[in-house]
């Protein structure tokens, strides 16, 4: 009767699925007290039909869901609305990223009770303990609900937890449920790739990250030991050849990466991760030659842009410089690790003329690291932005007229799903032309240089699609590049790093 089922919906179209890390994190912390199932949307032809198989049986009290941004909203809204219509009693409960920074929308929808505001560990137990003891529960924290007469409560936040000392995930049930091989894809890393989530939070408060306001510059981490032994566990439960760390900032303590890094060393594998360009490019130069030689192929990180104004404004930690970011894309590539550089354009600024001109100058900027480091892969956002409260660059964007939809269904407009997917602003200060620029711009430079991390793409490919796009890039002729459109997508089928996972095949 106090069963929970707990949801994963769709996050890819294709099979690139990885381990549901958010919901599996949060059924180790109950794994204890409560009887759990698993759906997972990327896995099943018709999920609802599967939840709703589970439901009938009238075992279960809850429906927890994680929601970030984009596709998944689309099976978490209509699937959390029938289930509010069809099993009334049922308690529903949202965690992740959407939940959590667009709470007030997801609760005035009136069919999402709880939002878990940040870390599940300790607040998702206690939840669900009080409301079958029904015993009150504003004592506890990470917690955001509503009052019957429409007020939002926010208790306060929870003090992060040592990593180490959480449940380990229960993997074993996860097989149960779906064989794990089944989530070990291939990708331009290995043949089966572990993705593994060691620390919470970014001790850094960029002010376009979505990260900022729920963990509050906030980061803690697992041990190198505890990663290491999770790792080798599933290596030699289910096989895997490769990792892919899903961290929003993996490389913060440079003793913890080295010591993984050693401790990884004899096991022949590869390994992707997310961390800072001004964090990583303090190491000495004898860590980064243990990560490389530990397997360490590629890093992800956010390089933002070339201006130091902007990297400033944004409060890029107000350590990184458009300098910096040049310098080390050529430190980094000596030791064979590829930079993976992403840069967001598009911020607001004074004037039409100025965010023009600051897109024109990121152009030239990009083109200037691929000079030094070709080897570089260059992702590029649109800005979207998040609603930081308190935050200049927020009230500056809601200023010049930008505001969030105030329906949850209006999110699964298509215009917003691509606005999740930051490909679509709808940021009043951009206007068509910028965005066509920075577009064109993407797909000269994706066809002059081909990324390295899509198997699919043969070197012949590369090769004669980068020569027919050498005129465009050199001369920046960017405007209507249909030919280059029309090789990628029937052609080379290029995946799209920046949606579909970074380290995807
Ligand atoms: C893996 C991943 C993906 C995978 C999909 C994973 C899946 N579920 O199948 C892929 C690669 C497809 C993906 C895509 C996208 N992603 Co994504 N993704 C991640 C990533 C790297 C890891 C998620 C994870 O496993 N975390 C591990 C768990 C343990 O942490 P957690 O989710 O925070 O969970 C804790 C709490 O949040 C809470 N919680 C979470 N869920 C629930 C549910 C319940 C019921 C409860 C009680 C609690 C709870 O408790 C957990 C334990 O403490 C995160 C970054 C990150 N480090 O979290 C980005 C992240 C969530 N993604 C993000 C985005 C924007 C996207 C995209 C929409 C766009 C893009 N350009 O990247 C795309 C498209 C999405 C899509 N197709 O649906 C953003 C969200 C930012 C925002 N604006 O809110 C993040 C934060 C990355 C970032 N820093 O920008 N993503
Ligand atoms: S360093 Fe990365 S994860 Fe951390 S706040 Fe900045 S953008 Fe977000």
């Given at each position: 009767?106090?069963?929970?089922?707990?949801?994963?919906?769709?996050?890819?179209?294709?099979?690139?699925?990885?381990?549901?890390?958010?919901?599996?994190?949060?059924?180790?912390a109950?794994?204890?007290?409560?009887?759990?199932?698993?759906?997972?949307?990327?896995?099943?032809?018709?999920?609802?039909?599967?939840?709703?198989?589970?439901?009938?049986?009238?075992?279960?009290?809850?429906?927890?869901?994680?929601?970030?941004?984009?596709?998944?909203?689309?099976?978490?809204?209509?699937?959390?609305k029938?289930?509010?219509?069809?099993?009334?009693?049922?308690?529903?409960?949202?965690?992740?990223?959407?939940?959590?920074?667009?709470?007030?929308?997801?609760?005035?929808?009136?069919?999402?009770?709880?939002?878990?505001?940040?870390?599940?560990?300790?607040?998702?137990?206690?939840?669900?303990?009080?409301?079958?003891?029904?015993?009150?529960?504003?004592?506890?924290?990470?917690?955001?609900?509503?009052?019957?007469?429409?007020?939002?409560?926010k208790?306060?936040?929870?003090?992060?937890?040592?990593?180490?000392?959480?449940?380990?995930?229960?993997?074993?049930?996860?097989?149960?449920?779906?064989?794990?091989?089944?989530?070990?894809?291939?990708?331009?890393?290995?043949?089966?790739?572990?993705?593994?989530?060691?620390?919470?939070?970014?001790?850094?408060?960029?002010s376009?990250?979505?990260?900022?306001?729920?963990?509050?510059?906030?980061?803690?981490?697992?041990?190198?030991?505890?990663?290491?032994?999770?790792?080798?566990?599933?290596?030699?439960?289910?096989?895997?050849?490769?990792?892919?760390?899903?961290?929003?900032?993996?490389?913060?303590?440079?003793?913890?990466?080295?010591?993984?890094?050693?401790?990884?060393?004899?096991?022949?594998?590869?390994?992707?991760?997310?961390?800072?360009?001004?964090?990583?490019?303090?190491?000495?130069?004898?860590?980064?030659?243990?990560?490389?030689?530990?397997?360490?192929?590629?890093?992800?990180?956010?390089?933002?842009?070339g201006?130091?104004?902007?990297?400033?404004s944004?409060?890029?930690?107000?350590?990184?410089?458009?300098?910096?970011?040049?310098?080390?894309?050529?430190?980094?590539?000596?030791?064979?690790i590829?930079?993976?550089?992403?840069?967001?354009l598009?911020?607001?600024?004074?004037?039409?003329?100025?965010?023009?001109?600051q897109?024109?100058?990121?152009?030239?900027?990009?083109?200037?690291?691929?000079?030094?480091?070709?080897?570089?892969?260059?992702?590029?956002?649109?800005?979207?932005?998040?609603?930081?409260?308190?935050?200049?660059?927020?009230?500056?964007?809601?200023?010049?007229?930008?505001?969030?939809?105030?329906?949850?269904?209006?999110?699964?407009?298509?215009?917003?799903?691509?606005?999740?997917?930051?490909?679509?602003?709808?940021?009043?200060?951009?206007?068509?032309?910028?965005?066509?620029?920075?577009?064109?711009?993407?797909?000269?430079?994706?066809?002059r240089?081909?990324?390295?991390t899509?198997?699919?793409?043969?070197?012949?490919?590369?090769?004669?699609?980068?020569?027919?796009?050498?005129?465009?890039?050199?001369?920046?002729?960017?405007?209507?590049?249909?030919?280059?459109?029309?090789?990628?997508?029937?052609?080379?089928?290029?995946?799209?790093?920046?949606?579909?996972?970074?380290?995807?095949?």
């Open positions: 009767m106090n069963k929970v089922l707990l949801f994963n919906p769709r996050a890819v179209s294709n099979k690139n699925y990885r381990i549901p890390n958010s919901i599996l994190q949060v059924a180790a109950i794994d204890s007290f409560f009887d759990w199932v698993i759906v997972d949307g990327n896995r099943e032809t018709d999920p609802w039909e599967v939840i709703q198989s589970h439901l009938e049986t009238g075992d279960f009290m809850f429906f927890g869901s994680t929601v970030m941004p984009g596709p998944q909203l689309k099976q978490a809204i209509p699937y959390t029938k289930i509010r219509e069809l099993y009334p009693q049922i308690k529903t409960i949202w965690g992740g990223y959407f939940a959590s920074n667009q709470y007030e929308v997801v609760l005035n929808s009136g069919y999402v009770d709880f939002i878990i505001n940040g870390p599940g560990d300790v607040a998702f137990p206690l939840l669900l303990q009080s409301l079958v003891d029904d015993k009150p529960y504003e004592f506890v924290q990470n917690l955001i609900y509503k009052l019957p007469d429409g007020e939002i409560i208790t306060t936040k929870q003090s992060m937890v040592d990593q180490d000392s959480l449940p380990r995930l229960p993997y074993a049930k996860l097989n149960n449920f779906y064989p794990i091989e089944g989530y070990l894809r291939p990708t331009h890393l290995g043949q089966k790739t572990i993705a593994y989530h060691s620390s919470l939070g970014c001790p850094f408060t960029c376009f990250c979505a990260v900022v306001p729920i963990y509050e510059a906030r980061w803690k981490g697992k041990s190198a030991q505890v990663i290491y032994d999770d790792i080798i566990q599933i290596k030699n439960n289910y096989g895997g050849d490769a990792i892919e760390f899903h961290d929003n900032n993996f490389f913060v303590s440079e003793k913890r990466t080295v010591e993984f890094a050693k401790l990884i060393a004899p096991h022949n594998m590869t390994w992707w991760g997310e961390g800072r360009i001004d964090t990583i490019d303090k190491y000495k130069d004898e860590s980064l030659k243990i990560m490389a030689d530990s397997g360490c192929k590629m890093i992800f990180l956010g390089a933002e842009s201006s130091d104004e902007i990297l400033d944004i409060d890029k930690g107000g350590k990184q410089t458009g300098a910096q970011i040049k310098a080390f894309a050529d430190r980094i590539g000596k030791y064979g590829v930079p993976e550089y992403s840069f967001v598009g911020f607001p600024g004074p004037s039409n003329e100025r965010v023009m001109k897109i024109e100058a990121e152009i030239k900027f990009i083109k200037e690291v691929k000079e030094i480091n070709p080897n570089t892969e260059i992702i590029i956002y649109l800005y979207s932005p998040v609603p930081t409260e308190g935050s200049e660059l927020y009230q500056k964007i809601v200023n010049a007229g930008f505001s969030f939809p105030k329906d949850l269904e209006d999110w699964l407009n298509p215009s917003w799903e691509n606005f999740d997917l930051r490909k679509n602003p709808l940021t009043p200060w951009l206007t068509p032309k910028m965005v066509d620029k920075v577009k064109n711009f993407e797909t000269v430079l994706n066809a240089y081909p990324t390295k899509d198997a699919k793409v043969t070197p012949f490919q590369s090769q004669v699609i980068s020569s027919i796009a050498s005129w465009r890039y050199k001369y920046n002729i960017l405007k209507y590049p249909y030919e280059l459109k029309f090789l990628q997508k029937f052609w080379l089928r290029y995946r799209q790093p920046e949606i579909e996972g970074f380290a995807s095949e």
